[in-house]
């Protein structure tokens, strides 16, 4: 079984900085797509970022694009989000997940989930 592990969470204020990392266990990812979501409350989960096997590809939703970073390290396997510029319209549940498979039409869907880490972005 593949366990995720969301960490470095927390409460920063606007403009601020933090960096999300997911460790996995279990098993390895191999050559898959890994990313993550988020979820505000009162809102349904949305997707934030994922990134390809060997880094090479990237991929974020427009309301983080230019101010998140997605990567990963897989002889760690981690994957990490670095946030810049937070505002307080990205305070979420944030979740890591690997893999992921793009459906299309900007969809995105998680094999295996953690638990996630509290990101709080105060004004």
């Known amino acids: 079984q593949v366990q995720l592990v969301e960490s470095g969470g927390g409460s920063v204020q606007a403009g601020g900085s933090l960096r999300l990392s997911c460790a996995a266990s279990?098993?390895?990812?191999?050559?898959?797509?890994m990313g993550w979501f988020r979820q505000a409350p009162g809102k349904e989960r949305e997707f934030v970022a994922a990134?390809?096997?060997?880094?090479?590809?990237?991929y974020y939703t427009d309301s983080v694009k230019g101010r998140f970073t997605i990567s990963r390290d897989n002889a760690k396997n981690t994957e990490y989000l670095q946030m810049n510029s937070l505002k307080p319209e990205d305070t979420a549940v944030y979740y890591c997940?690997?893999?992921?498979?793009?459906?299309?039409?900007?969809?995105?869907?998680?094999?295996?989930w953690g638990q996630g880490t509290q990101v709080t972005v105060s004004s």
């Open positions: 279990g098993r390895t990812f191999g050559r898959s797509t």
């Open positions: 990134i390809t096997w060997d880094g090479g590809r990237t």
């Open positions: 997940a690997a893999p992921v498979v793009n459906q299309g039409g900007g969809k995105w869907y998680g094999e295996n």
